[in-house]
């Protein structure tokens, strides 16, 4: 007895036997109906494993028994056969829940992995969680955070593109991780690319690899990230990013399921899930003309909203004390404690860095502390909400140090470079006196220690 159980719909027979044929060589027993009232009466009287449906049926649409799966059998994974190149269809379908699909003329190997996948997923099956998982690293108890943890839930057990918008620092990657590991390509690579990151001129060898000798430079052979990610998930963070010229190269592969590497005619075919993610308005970008609308249509099937911190004020001092508690691991020292002051200050202040400015501020804070709690000015939040104007200990505004910044670099990088200045200037001001360079910088000794840590600059620590 096989272990596994599919449903074929198609009206023309060679394509059932094909499908059936292929299936049962991978020990996958199977029915076959060549309309949608033969298969609904097959559904409804038996239990399947896999449905794989064609579009365009006698007496409808495959769609429809799409929908009707998804709706009374949501643990039954549901594939369609689309005509070739009929992109439209399949995102059609697949905003209606179907798990994935499969062009014609049937690639074998493609149809090959599909099943495998979808079987995946039905062997673990989760059902959508009532309550937040405890062990997510998705933190927070809030209405917001729920409804994110089932959204995830359900987009793990599909294919479809997922397009995750929401504010810089709001923990985009971390929902794309959570959505891979939630789902069946779990045991696969989760690959992500943080597109503004990668020179122009090197991102068509960066996402589909090169042949050695290709280009000047090329020494060797190189898989590139689309074949990296075979068998898992392919992140594409700050999509808007791409240059339009990529964005054409990209769309061809998302569509196509295969790459082609630079300096080869062969194309490479890939088994892959697109998430991508991005803190810009695309559809604003596609209107500007910045970004290209077909490829927007791919790859935003499905969208999924991640909320800001301010929208979801009763989780801050849960990430709080999670945060602190990393730190104190980290760097080997009692937790430091939030005093119900400064819980008071963080919960009335809007965050416009969400998650990843809290983890800043506290990290800030842990380093200013004495006795281990943390007072509302340790945390040194923004004196106005707009961020207007910030003042500094020396009467110096936040306009002064910005005159320096050029927009386009990196803000961390160059506070970062500024912070570094000032303690390397005390520390040769006291011929290396760390304590004397602590008193002078205004801080405590272990506050010197932890940022000479953090910067790389205590490999002269004896």
Not at 42 to 65: H, K, R, V
Not at 236 to 253: C, G, N, T
Request: aromatic residues 6%; proline residues 5%; hydrophobic residues 40%.
């Amino acid at each position: 007895m096989t272990a596994y159980r599919a449903l074929i719909i198609d009206d023309e027979p060679d394509i059932r036997e094909l499908l059936q044929l292929t299936l049962s060589r991978m020990d996958v027993d199977t029915e076959a109906a060549e309309s949608l009232k033969q298969a609904s009466k097959l559904i409804t009287t038996q239990a399947f494993d896999l449905c794989i449906t064609d579009m365009n049926l006698p007496d409808g649409n495959g769609i429809e028994m799409v929908k009707f799966i998804s709706d009374n059998y949501p643990q039954t994974p549901v594939a369609v056969l689309t005509a070739y190149g009929s992109m439209d269809t399949a995102v059609a379908a697949l905003k209606a829940g179907a798990f994935d699909f499969v062009s014609k003329p049937v690639d074998l190997q493609r149809l090959r992995d599909l099943v495998n996948t979808a079987l995946k997923l039905k062997k673990d099956a989760p059902e959508v969680p009532a309550t937040v998982d405890s062990d997510s690293p998705i933190l927070g108890a809030s209405d917001a955070i729920k409804r994110l943890h089932k959204q995830i839930s359900k987009l793990a057990r599909s294919q479809a593109p997922v397009y995750i918008f929401g504010e810089s620092g709001s923990g985009k990657e971390l929902v794309a991780r959570q959505i891979h590991e939630l789902g069946p390509r779990a045991d696969g690579p989760f690959v992500p690319v943080n597109c503004g990151a990668i020179p122009d001129e090197l991102m068509e060898s960066e996402f589909f690899g090169h042949k050695k000798g290709s280009f000047t430079g090329a020494y060797e052979d190189k898989e590139g990230l689309f074949i990296a990610a075979k068998g898992g998930t392919l992140f594409l963070d700050e999509v808007a990013d791409l240059p339009i010229h990529m964005q054409v190269k990209l769309l061809r592969a998302i569509q196509e399921k295969a790459v082609r590497q630079v300096g080869s005619q062969k194309e490479i075919s890939t088994d892959i899930r697109i998430l991508s993610a991005t803190h810009k308005d695309l559809a604003d970008l596609v209107e500007k003309g910045d970004f290209r609308q077909d490829l927007f249509y791919r790859i935003n099937v499905i969208q999924l909203s991640v909320p800001p911190l301010r929208e979801r004020p009763e989780d801050i001092i849960i990430l709080a004390k999670h945060t602190l508690h990393a730190l104190a691991e980290e760097w080997q020292m009692e937790m430091p404690r939030l005093s119900d002051s400064a819980c008071e200050r963080l919960q009335g202040y809007s965050f416009p860095g969400n998650v990843r400015e809290l983890e800043n501020i506290l990290e800030r804070s842990v380093t200013l502390c004495d006795d281990d709690i943390i007072l509302p000015e340790h945390l040194h939040l923004p004196t106005g909400q707009n961020g207007d104007e910030v003042y500094t200990q020396e009467g110096a505004t936040s306009g002064d140090l910005a005159s320096e910044f050029n927009i386009g670099e990196s803000l961390e990088d160059y506070l970062t470079d500024i912070e570094k200045q000032a303690i390397l200037k005390a520390l040769d001001d006291t011929r290396w006196n760390r304590t004397a360079a602590a008193k002078k910088l205004g801080m405590s000794f272990r506050s010197l220690r932890y940022r000479l840590k953090k910067l790389g600059l205590d490999k002269d620590e004896d």
